[in-house]
């Protein structure tokens, strides 16, 4: 039998100046994933995402994923990879979070109202 690995589907968010530096976030995530034994489905990506998360096409590209049957879980480097904004990463927490999916932050604090979403989440084990 083989063993089975968590999917999950990472999501980076970068300005217009730091463009190039998406394709190493990414490969950040993939180095972070394999070491914990998740499997990357994919990694959505926004550059110069604007403040509303409805018109963030990679984000909602993102939900997409999570609500697929396999998915177990939304990682991300670092909160700030969501928003600068506090009140930005709690709805966007809040909208990963109902798909049912864990969502795990590398490093970096999350803002007390967004932990609350984490609250309860299935835990991303093989």
Known sequence: MTKSYPVVYGYVRVSDRQEGAAQELRDELATWCA?????????????????????????????????????????????????????????????????????????GELPPMALKHCQGQPELTS
């Open 35 to 107: 070491r914990e034994g998740w499997h990357l489905g994919a990694v959505f990506t926004d550059v110069s995402a604007g403040i509303d998360v409805d018109d963030r096409i990679g984000f909602l590209g993102l939900l997409d994923a999570l609500a697929l049957p396999q998915a177990r879980g939304a990682v991300v480097l670092d909160p700030a990879q969501l928003s600068p904004r506090p009140e930005l990463i709690t709805r966007m927490m809040r909208k990963m979070r109902a798909t049912g999916s864990a969502v795990v932050c590398r490093s």
